[in-house]
């Protein structure tokens, strides 16, 4: 049996749980998530806490328990506090802006790279070169970011490009000039 999926999680007050066959449904001030529950693992709310239990000793559903109690707990959070990532430019002339739904990055490229923003997620760019990326879903908030940063990773000499906030980027020696 898993260790995480055993601990209860604990209930905000302003979040509320519906379950309706194999779906759950969390509501928050921040908005509305579902899942599907898997066969094998049953969620009950009791006294403002959440408990994940198998109804099998199956190893599938063994497997399940702590990643359906993760997922519920991420649900929880995201629909009451939120998620968010956020990204750093560094680079000469290296610069990003948003406008609608369309985040305008210009990395060192011929032309200026355009990333469409998801549904439910917001991004903010503070002083054209630090990116927030937010929103209530965990895996969906991390998505983004990572596409993002795939847009052109940090490279090791000079160490240009798009990171997460407080990444380290090993760095290398350039070539040395003579012997």
Do not use: C, W
């Not at 302003?14 to 928050?28: A, E, L, N, P």
């Not at 066969?39 to 006294?47: A, F, L, P, R």
């Amino acid at each position: 049996m898993s260790r995480i999926g055993k601990k209860p999680i604990a209930m905000p007050q302003k979040v509320k749980i519906s379950q309706d066959k194999s779906t759950i449904k969390v509501d928050g001030p921040k908005g509305t998530l579902s899942m599907e529950i898997p066969q094998g693992i049953e969620v009950s709310v009791d006294n403002g806490a959440i408990e994940v239990k198998t109804l099998s000793e199956s190893r599938k559903a063994k497997a399940y328990h702590g990643l359906v109690r993760t997922l519920m707990a991420n649900m929880v959070t995201g629909v009451s506090v939120g998620f968010q990532k956020n990204l750093e430019l560094s680079g000469i002339g290296y610069r990003a802006e948003k406008s609608e739904n369309t985040l305008k990055l210009v990395l060192g490229y011929s032309s200026p790279l355009e990333y469409k923003i998801p549904q439910g997620i917001e991004v903010k760019v503070d002083k054209q070169i630090n990116i927030l990326v937010s929103g209530i879903d965990k895996q969906l908030v991390g998505r983004v970011a990572a596409e993002i940063r795939e847009l052109k990773k940090p490279e090791p000499y000079k160490g240009k490009g798009i990171r997460y906030a407080g990444e380290k980027v090993r760095r290398k020696v350039g070539k040395s000039v003579g012997a």
